[in-house]
């Protein structure tokens, strides 16, 4: 209550002085964070596939449609993620404060840089002590600006370009996202880029995943519960 | 302009019959994709309109555009498109020579200015003044400016001429650009490939004339009706790619099965050509039938981008020459030794820390 009366006041800062939970996290974030948690699974292991296809598979053409399944799961899940990222831009606008941290990030508050500055502290293992967040904090903002935002969009970007040049000339993704294969340079351009964006994600995936258990554990705040229920839980009383 | 003969006028005077005319006519509306009811608006076009004059140029080049072009699979094509064009100007294919050549090319340009089409076979190399290709005792790049300065429409011939290809490979120590770096207040229709199918060839100009109009083009400036689809798209390999059966080895039974070349890097999915449909030498086969994948000749920069094996593109920054997949292991690889890493730090910390607990957090 203490917290809330705080944010009322105007207190940008959000100083967590006592141990409440607070509602983060709203149910359509969550379902959106699963969805693309989904999505981004299917799609990492189709494309993989796509672009290093199985043993071939014994038997007449006509009786086998491996790559086709393949391919089918990979543009749906595109299609599922893409609409999914949409509907959470929408959500920036409609939800609470915390639902647009992922996509404004204060690289013009000073305080915002000492406080990525802390954390890579806390990382590097010289600060002994973390700060408690309400949402994320200063350095997984940011990285979750830089790996996820923009690596999902570009992902959205050359994937449904390369799934225009599948469609045909004039088809909705070649008139939409068409032009990103001139832009680049041509189609096998854009097909490195893909699978470079593949690992892009990846990446950010593994170092999410671990930081996220590793937060759980170590810092003062739930984590990984938060993107379940919705609520953040905070170990101690103890000041920010 | 009165005293221009027709297209039809031409061909009577080549020995061609009315009936070889129809006949090409609706030859040439199918390899438009125009459809049956085209062929007599061809026909009446070719009766009526006066003919186009084309001039062809040679920058740098190997003359396989040349090559390819006069060997049209329908005979009648070459007759009457190299018979139209070529009267007027094509080193290459010309009868007169030297000054003869240089007087006969001014005498068109003057002739026939804002109404001639300016084909150009090879691109011009910029360095040293252009001094790399000297037609007829002047840079190209002098020739092709002046050239173009009054046509009507550029075609560019080829992957030299629409792309750069091998002259333009890195380092391109003669500075070759493809040609619209240079002509840039004209339509330019790029018909790419090293060299472009002859029938493609044909059909471009065919279209151009009988129309009076350029081809739709596609974002790179590609004609839609013959690039607007991939190899892969009309492969008739194709089922087999959608069914997961790949030749694994050039010498496997799934090679002599006729299974797709997609794992031997085949580059049908990222090249757009109508190889797959209108083939080569009279539509005999194309590189894939024959049992060889499609090394892209017809896309940007295909001598830079790896081998004609790989279908990704070799990253090369930071010293390193990898595909991208590669590349994403080793980093996949190394960000998880890393976190496994920084897991077991932070395992040892807690395991310290927590042994004296009086450690207070001060630190904030």
């Known amino acids: 209550m203490a917290l809330e009366k705080q944010l009322e006041l105007g207190d940008r800062e959000e100083r967590v002085r006592k141990q409440t939970a607070v509602y983060v996290y709203e149910a359509p974030l969550r379902l959106w964070h699963w969805v693309t948690v989904f999505c981004i699974l299917t799609l990492s292991i189709t494309g993989y596939f796509i672009g290093s296809p199985l043993p071939s598979v014994p038997g007449e053409a006509s009786d086998n449609f491996l790559m086709g399944y393949i391919r089918f799961a990979h543009f749906s899940a595109g299609y599922i993620l893409a609409i999914a990222f949409i509907g959470r831009i929408y959500w920036a606008f409609v939800g609470n404060n915390h639902s647009r941290e992922l996509f404004i990030v204060p690289v013009w508050r000073a305080k915002w840089w000492s406080e990525v500055w802390h954390e890579v502290r806390w990382y590097l293992f010289m600060a002994k002590t973390p700060k408690k967040y309400i949402g994320h904090n200063p350095l997984g903002q940011l990285a979750m600006f830089c790996f996820f935002v923009i690596g999902n969009t570009f992902m959205i970007l050359t994937g449904f370009a390369l799934y225009g040049e599948g469609q045909g000339a004039g088809s909705w993704a070649d008139q939409m996202f068409g032009w990103v294969i001139p832009l680049v340079g041509q189609s096998q351009d854009v097909h490195t880029l893909h699978h470079l964006g593949m690992w892009y994600i990846i990446i950010f995936v593994m170092t999410h995943v671990y930081v996220a258990v590793r937060e759980d554990i170590m810092s003062r705040q739930s984590l990984i519960s938060t993107m379940i229920g919705g609520w953040r839980m905070f170990k101690d009383d103890k000041p920010d | ?364």
């Open chain 2, 1 to 364: 302009m009165s005293q221009i003969e027709t297209f039809y006028d031409v061909m009577r005077r080549q020995g061609i019959t009315r009936r070889s005319l129809l006949k090409y006519s609706s030859l040439t509306a199918a390899a438009l994709g125009l459809g049956p009811s085209f062929a007599p608006q061809i026909a009446h076009a070719m009766e009526t309109k006066p003919r186009t004059p084309v001039v062809w140029l040679h920058g740098l080049e190997c003359t396989c555009c040349s090559e390819s072009f006069i060997r049209s699979a329908h005979p009648l094509v070459k007759d009457v498109v190299l018979s139209m064009i070529s009267l007027d100007y094509d080193d290459t294919l010309m009868a007169a020579a030297g000054h003869q050549a240089e007087a006969a090319l001014e005498q068109t340009l003057e002739k026939y200015k804002g109404e001639y089409i300016l084909a150009v076979e090879g691109n011009p190399p910029l360095n040293e003044d252009g001094m790399f290709c000297i037609v007829g005792g002047k840079p190209f790049l002098d020739q092709l400016k002046h050239a173009a300065k009054n046509a009507k429409a550029v075609i560019a011939w080829g992957s030299c001429a629409s792309w750069g290809c091998v002259q333009a490979a890195r380092p391109n120590p003669t500075q070759a650009v493809p040609i619209h770096k240079v002509i840039t207040d004209k339509p330019i229709i790029k018909v790419p490939g090293c060299p472009p199918i002859a029938e493609v060839m044909t059909g471009v100009i065919t279209y151009m004339l009988t129309f009076g109009k350029i081809p739709e083009l596609d974002r790179q400036g590609r004609p839609k009706m013959f690039y607007g689809q991939r190899i892969h798209d009309k492969c008739y390999r194709r089922p087999h790619f959608d069914a997961g059966q790949f030749v694994e080895h050039w010498d496997d039974e799934n090679a002599r099965k006729g299974y797709c070349l997609y794992k031997v890097g085949c580059k049908g999915p990222t090249t757009y050509n109508a190889c797959s449909t209108v083939r080569w030498n009279e539509g005999t086969s194309f590189p894939i039938q024959a049992g060889h994948g499609c090394i892209g000749c017809s896309e940007d920069g295909f001598w830079d981008k790896g081998s004609f094996y790989d279908r990704l593109t070799n990253i090369k920054q930071f010293g390193i020459e990898q595909n991208a997949d590669e590349i994403g292991t080793a980093v996949a690889g190394g960000v998880g030794a890393a976190i496994a890493a920084h897991a077991a730090v932070s395992a040892i910390k807690r395991v310290a820390s927590s042994s004296h607990k009086d450690q207070g957090e001060q630190d904030s």
